[in-house]
């Protein structure tokens, strides 16, 4: 036998193989190493307020929210008003942060009393490091006379 031309090598990610002279052929005992690193989107659904509610005073604002690879979720709440949707000339919608990073508890305490009454649309934001998703609620009226 010619064991000068053969050399046998442990690969470790397709298990053991034998190469020749003439080629390479596999003698696999171990599967192919396959690992999915890929990271999914997070879930997030605003469940209050969904929109044509009065709000006022302390108003809590309610979401569910998961991500399919159990990532730690942060989530941000923001709010715009009517006066940013209704002008034309203005290049984009304007959001304002009620709460950054907060914990995803499902819910946040929201002081509606630091807002002039009026229309307001509600954005939470589930963000795991690397995607973020977002929910809109409809129009909201805040009146706290």
Same mark, same amino acid.
């Given at each position: 036998? &010619?064991? &000068? ?6 690969? /470790?990610? @397709?298990?053991?193989?034998? @190469? ?10 171990? $599967? $192919? ?8 989107? $997070? ?10 509610? /009065? ?10 929210? &998961?991500?399919?690879? =159990? ?9 715009? *008003? ?8 203005? $290049? ?11 914990? =995803? ?5 929201? =002081? ?6 009026? *229309?307001?649309?509600?954005?939470? @934001? ?17 009146? =706290?006379?």
């Amino acid at each position: 036998m &010619k064991w &000068k031309r053969i050399w046998i090598i442990l690969l /470790l990610t @397709i298990g053991i193989g034998i @190469i020749s002279g003439a080629g390479y052929y596999s003698l696999s005992i171990l $599967p $192919p190493l396959s690992i999915d690193e890929r990271n999914s989107p $997070p879930d997030i659904k605003l469940l209050y307020p969904t929109g044509n509610e /009065l709000l006022s005073g302390v108003e809590e604002i309610v979401w569910a929210a &998961k991500d399919p690879d =159990n990532d730690v979720l942060k989530i941000t709440i923001q709010y715009t *008003q009517t006066l940013e949707w209704d002008c034309s000339s203005c $290049p984009q919608i304007r959001w304002y942060n009620i709460t950054v990073d907060e914990v =995803n508890d499902g819910s946040f305490l929201w =002081n509606t009393t630091m807002l002039r009454d009026g *229309q307001y649309i509600i954005k939470v @934001i589930a963000n795991d490091g690397e995607y973020a998703s977002e929910d809109t609620s409809g129009w909201v009226t805040i009146n =706290n006379r």
